[in-house]
């Protein structure tokens, strides 16, 4: 089928198969491209309403088993460069994210055998009791399966009881490129294979909790298996209908054992406009400026994008593989109204909270996202003590001295 | 096809940079095709006490900074051009040179026909905004026996956009030398920066009303490889200033060259290897 043919059915709001979609995926101009997905986002979202959050991406461990091969973050267990955070040292967090309006935390770490479910039970106990209404958006689904294995229950049950503890939401990480081929290089199988990944997920939309979705692309990939991972997204939304949001992102390559080079601008203008036409039952598609930058991410709205993500105020891992951009609300914002669009505050569920918090009272400047720990700082917090270690370097630092 | 008034005035004010973009593309194919030039630039200081050192892969050495007298100057244009290699050296801003020749109390013309008997083969850029007499200078640079490397601007970030590239038209009509045009400012406020619709939109009208000059031109380094590459999408057709220092510390895939040339294959456009005086090197 030509281009022109797909592009009149993506116009009468017909489905793309896996065919339609990798011909405009490759033969049709950028622009066109970028028209179409324009169509989508306006028939979808015609308030002419771009959304934010303000919450904080939060590391909580930068000691991990997986390896993956396109990670710079991780620290092998061991490593006197790894790190763990204190229940006090996120509390000073998130008192610093509810000071400039932040409504959430996205809570993901490494894979690290030390650190039991008791303690993440604890963690967002701890938290819920000094901010109720503070929201949790935690542990993507890798990591939600290295807490079954290490606790050696099944994943409905690990999820209840981190919901049980607190849980409000699930976020879309570790989904890479959800092919096994794909998988295997990347050397991220073994966290997650691509029907365990969508089997959290499963299990979470059937628990009542809402997820995102993403995919990193950009590394070892085909075409056809950028759209098998749309497709097989779309299969379970279908499903479930669980997913709020798709954002997708370009691998960073630097300080990564895999290397090589990133994936351009133009490549991800069009990654997202195919992500806006295939998805078509997302509601939500985000605009990635922690890997784009500014520009680009506000580029995005004009390629299918209706979000600009989040302000962030902390980032740790595409900065560990290169990527420093920053953007706090007022330049969200001043980015939303200059493409022509009215700037709304939402939550995670996309639920408009108000018009920017800025506007309301002054906020201060954040003109560079903050980091997990200041460098070098990689002191044991007090707590870890309650809790046993699995390896021989965890069961050592937990040893009082006398 | 020309653009009236009208669609003129609607374009300026549209949020819709697709459909912009998109005309200026065809614009943009109409003129060049798919084929799409960069240089490879060593910067070199204007400052005496600098070293100079010129890469091998370097197609321009441009002479960057304000220069403080005439003399150093012309000793600075010496010293460049027999490093260079054979590679065009070009160097200053025409505004600068305005200033300079004042402060010498010597013609402008005088002072660039001085250049160019030291080896300077253009004058790196005349930036519209900042010329006293644009009109005037720029055909000093001509009647001196220099050429113009491209017209840029330095500021204007808030400028009639329409006003602008109305001027740099019927400047061009006027001069007829001017090569290239860079449309997105020099001088980027950090605190306020430009944002990803000013710049394509910038780009993209300056394809639509500035006919008359051949080239729309991105500096590489200045915008960044994602903003640039976008660029080339919507109207330009040249990149500017990319790095001639060939450090492959990254790795062969990551080197100067193979950027450039990637990120232009993926915006599905031809790349051409140019040299300083917009001439293409035959591989």
Redesign the interface.
Known sequence: MIVQEISAKVRAGERLDAGDALVLYRSA????L??LA?EVRARKHPGRVVTYIIDRNVNYTNVCVAQCNFCAFYRLVGSPEGYVLGFDELFEKIDETIAVGGVQVLLQGGHNPDLPLAWYEDLFRAVKARYPSFKLHALSPPEVIHLSRLSQLPVPQVLDRLIAAGLDSVPGGGAEILVDRVRRLLHCYGKASADEWLDVMRQAHRAGLRTTATMMYGTVETDEERLEHLLRLRALQDETGGFTAFITWSYQPDHTEL???E???????RTLALSRIVLDNFDNLQASWVT????????SL??GANDMGSVMIEENVVRAAGASYCMDEVEIV??IE???FCAKRRNMHYDVLGDPVFRERDVPRMLELAVARDEGGTSLPQELLNYPARSRSGRRLRVIPN | MPVTDAELAALVHSHDIIDIGIRADDARRRRHGARTTFVRVADVPSDLAADVRVPPAAREVRIVGTPPSKAAALERIRAVVSAAGGAAVTGFSLADLEQLAAREQVTLRALLEDMRAAGLELVAEAPIDRLQNPRRSIEQVNIAGLALARLTVHRLESADLAALFHEVTALQEWVAVIRAFAPLPRTINRSVPTTGFDDVKRIALARLLVTNIPSIQVDWSLYGPKLAQVALTVGADDLDAVSAVDDLSEGRRRAPLEEIQRNIRAAGLDPVERDGRFEPIAR
């Open positions: 101009p950028t622009g066109l970028g028209r324009d290397a090589g080079s994936a351009t601008g133009v490549d991800y203008l784009q930058g500014g520009k680009v991410g506000q580029l004009a390629y001043r980015n200059d493409a022509g």
